[in-house]
């Protein structure tokens, strides 16, 4: 839990902005303070004899007032090379000297002084210490009247010794000044590297990290802002509403994305516009067929009758009572079909009510005008986000009763209404004489509507059928109206009763 806790902000955008901005600063400042470390010390290691030279030449310029008339100061100068070795691995870029001997020699070659791991005792010639590299670099050193010429030779063992003259007042050569290290230069520079190196490794990742995540947080803030907008934006257009776009004046690709997003949303809405006057130039024609097909045909019938009841009026009272009986029955149905079209009209049924409730009151109604038993199960307790899509199941649903009564001779309905998180599904089930959806054209005009409607809604109608068995209408869409239904065709009535679904079923 604790740790869910701890990570919680590195699972957001701008926690992972940030992290990734601190640890990419830290590794480039590393590689860079590296690289330039590297670049120093091999800059240095390929003028070691410079470095060497130049550290102890002011050293030397110290060691000639202990020279006077030729005649050296012994113990003046055996002081002063002690402080000198204690001072040296405190001097330059490579600290890391460890004289095995430091020693100050006349012009003969005879040690003065010296101190050191191994020092040289005095009056002892030192050439004897040195390998014969050594001794040309002291001759050369020793007899350059200038005193300019200093020297440094790599010794067999690894070691090296330095030659520096030491020159009097007078601008000549009183003696030299010789060391001899040790440890060799690599183990100077990796020892020089890995000092810098923990030196500066906390100064600069603590710089790197601070400056990362200020850097990290202030551009993924700025990030996560715009997309929060293209979030809310997307947000809204799910749910129908096109009325908020997106502002984003930046021309880069997030802003170029916004306004592709916003002319999308613009053509979505001039889409769903289009279709909603499509929708209702179709439902007025739809109209239109079932007035010819109803009740038009029945008010010709009505006026057959009355013509018929005119001419038998005068020969014969009792036919002629009997085909008013007839055109009154024609009118009662003619009645019940404009009540059903007008109510078709304006789902009245819906206003105020939630989808299961609409269907309940049509379910009464649908049964005292059929006679046919109709029943209502509700299987989840979500209710429907738009009304659009309430609107379009109930026009199923009142379509689907209509078939029922004009075609399939039954005398059990069963409607199912199911909401789940994702989709919400409308089966009618009913026990008559059903069809063979094998033969072609078998589609009417009341099916090929349902279908067109949840179509529009991104959803589909599936039919099953068999003669004798009766048939199953199930419609579905997801829940937001959006989206290609993936609805599978719920189980065949070959396979159970078609009075199956009706157990357990609430009552009308």
């Not at 390998?131 to 050193?141: C, E, K």
């Not at 996560?224 to 947000?235: E, F, N, P, Y």
């Not at 005292?368 to 309430?390: F, K």
């Not at 509507?449 to 991104?458: C, F, I, N, T």
Request: aromatic fraction near 4%; proline fraction near 3%; charge should be neutral.
């Amino acid at each position: 839990m604790l740790m869910k806790r701890f990570t919680r902000p590195f699972r957001q955008l701008r926690g992972k902005l940030t992290l990734s901005y601190t640890l990419t600063s830290v590794v480039t400042f590393l590689l860079v303070e590296v690289t330039v470390i590297s670049l120093i010390l091999w800059f240095a290691s390929l003028n070691v004899s410079s470095i060497i030279v130049n550290n102890l030449k002011p050293e030397a310029l110290q060691a000639a007032p202990y020279f006077v008339h030729g005649s050296p100061d012994r113990e003046a100068l055996t002081t002063w090379l002690h402080v000198i070795n204690a001072g040296l691995p405190n001097q330059g870029p490579l600290n890391q000297y460890h004289p095995i001997f430091l020693a100050a020699v006349d012009t003969q070659g005879q040690t003065v002084a010296s101190v050191g791991t191994q020092p040289i005792p005095s009056d002892t010639p030192i050439q004897a210490q040195l390998s014969p590299q050594g001794r040309a670099n002291l001759l050369a050193v020793l007899s350059d009247v200038k005193g300019t010429t200093s020297k440094v030779s790599l010794e067999g063992d690894g070691t090296r010794v330095a030659v520096i003259p030491i020159v009097g007042i007078g601008g000549t050569v009183q003696g030299a000044l010789i060391m001899r290290t040790a440890q060799s230069f690599i183990q100077i520079l990796f020892s020089g590297f890995l000092q810098l190196i923990i030196f500066s490794v906390i100064i600069v990742t603590t710089i790197a990290a601070i400056a990362g995540m200020v850097f990290g947080y202030l551009t993924a803030r700025g990030l996560t802002r715009r997309l929060q907008k293209l979030s809310a934006a997307a947000d809204r257009w799910s749910r129908g509403d096109f009325s908020l776009l997106t502002q984003d004046a930046s021309e880069d690709e997030l802003g170029q994305v916004a306004r592709q997003l916003n002319r999308m949303a613009e053509q979505l809405q001039n889409l769903l516009q289009a279709r909603q006057k499509l929708a209702t130039l179709e439902e007025r024609n739809r109209l239109a067929r079932d007035l010819h097909d109803s009740v038009k045909q029945q008010v010709f019938a009505v006026s057959m009758q009355i013509g018929a009841t005119k001419v038998l009026l005068k020969r014969d009272a009792a036919a002629a009572e009997i085909r008013l009986n007839e055109a009154e029955k024609l009118v009662h149905l003619a009645q019940q079909e404009l009540t059903s079209l007008i109510r078709e009209l304006r789902p009245v049924a819906l206003e105020g009510k939630g989808l299961a409730a609409a269907l309940r009151e049509l379910a009464t109604q649908w049964t005292q005008q059929t006679g046919i038993v109709a029943n209502l199960r509700v299987e989840g307790t979500q209710t429907l986000p738009l009304s659009i899509i309430e609107e379009a199941l109930f026009r199923v649903a009142q379509e689907a009763l209509a078939n029922v009564a004009r075609h399939s001779k039954a005398t059990l309905v069963q409607m199912i209404l199911t909401t789940t998180d994702d989709t919400v599904t409308l089966s009618v089930v009913d026990n008559g004489q059903g069809f063979d959806t094998a033969r072609q054209g078998y589609l009417g005009v009341g099916l090929l509507s349902m279908q067109e409607r949840m179509k529009a809604l991104g959803g589909d109608v599936q039919i099953e059928s068999t003669p004798g068995k009766g048939t199953r209408i199930s419609a579905q869409c997801k829940r937001l109206g959006v989206g290609t239904s993936d609805a599978s065709v719920v189980s065949n009535h070959e396979d159970a009763n078609v009075l199956d679904p009706f157990r357990g079923a609430e009552r009308i």
